[in-house]
T-cell receptor, first 117, second 117 residues
Framework: GAGVSQSPSNKVTEKGKDVELRCDPI?????LYWYRQSLGQGLEFLIY????????KSGLPSDRFSAERTGGSVSTLTIQRTQQEDSAVYLC???????????????FGPGTRLTVL | AQKITQTQPGMFVQEKEAVTLDCTYD???????LFWYKQPSSGEMIFLIY??????QNATEGRYSLNFQKARKSANLVISASQLGDSAMYFC??????????????FGAGTILRVKS
């Protein structure tokens, strides 16, 4: 398909376990973003990739959270030693880099719903 | 201070009528962009409309228009001729800085819109 895809769509894990969430952006999109949507905090930015580098990691809530992107395409968000407060929907978005015009619209994936028991 | 404020947690509108969803923003950056996204119960984030800080005219996209009042720092979404399918959560978001830098989006808390038949 042509859109952003994420897997798994749902993930239930036990407290203390590690989880990996995957995002496959739109082909050719150089920018990739992770956001988290939870009832208490709304939609929060986590990290931004331009190519394989992450110039903005300011939204990662703790050192238990990490992300990488390889080949300028697929990204993986890893949460170590999950806690119940990590329960949320994790959204990935991608966009194409513009140069002085356009608005760099972000296209969102369907999200991964993470539940930590 | 909140960067994006949506003061209406929920709104009702009669089918075929117009509705305005409020959004105010706060930034000192002269270059910014304002976005509206729709999130139906399915969870996907759907881009609706964009307004750049240097745009002279209000943005329009079909039944959606953005009432941009720069001096008041407001970017209200107007939906004309509401349809039952417009029932969803609506988010206002801001990108600070120029588009080509792929900056993150900061989201408001959202407004739930219910269209009545």
């Amino acid at each position: 398909g042509a859109g952003v895809s994420q897997s798994p769509s749902n993930k239930v894990t036990e407290k203390g376990k590690d989880v990996e969430l995957r995002c496959d952006p739109i082909s050719g999109h150089t920018a990739l973003y992770w956001y988290r949507q939870s009832l208490g905090q709304g939609l929060e930015f986590l990290i931004y990739f331009q190519g394989n580098s992450a110039p903005d990691k300011s939204g990662l809530p703790s050192d238990r959270f990490s992300a990488e992107r390889t080949g300028g395409s697929v990204s993986t968000l890893t949460i170590q030693r999950t806690q119940q407060e990590d329960s949320a929907v994790y959204l990935c978005a991608s966009s194409s880099r513009t140069s002085g015009s356009g608005y760099n619209e972000q296209f969102f994936g369907p999200g991964t719903r993470l539940t930590v028991l | 201070a909140q960067k994006i404020t949506q003061t209406q947690p929920g709104m009702f509108v009669q089918e075929k009528e117009a509705v305005t969803l409020d959004c105010t923003y706060d930034t000192s950056d002269p270059s910014y962009g304002l976005f509206w996204y729709k999130q139906p119960s399915s969870g996907e984030m759907i881009f609706l409309i964009y307004q750049g800080s240097y745009d002279q005219q209000n943005a329009t996209e079909g039944r959606y228009s953005l009432n941009f009042q720069k001096a008041r720092k407001s970017a209200n979404l107007v939906i004309s001729a509401s349809q039952l399918g417009d029932s969803a959560m609506y988010f206002c978001a801001m990108r600070e800085g120029a588009a080509e830098y792929g900056n993150k989006l900061v989201f408001g808390a959202g407004t739930i819109l219910r269209v009545k038949s």
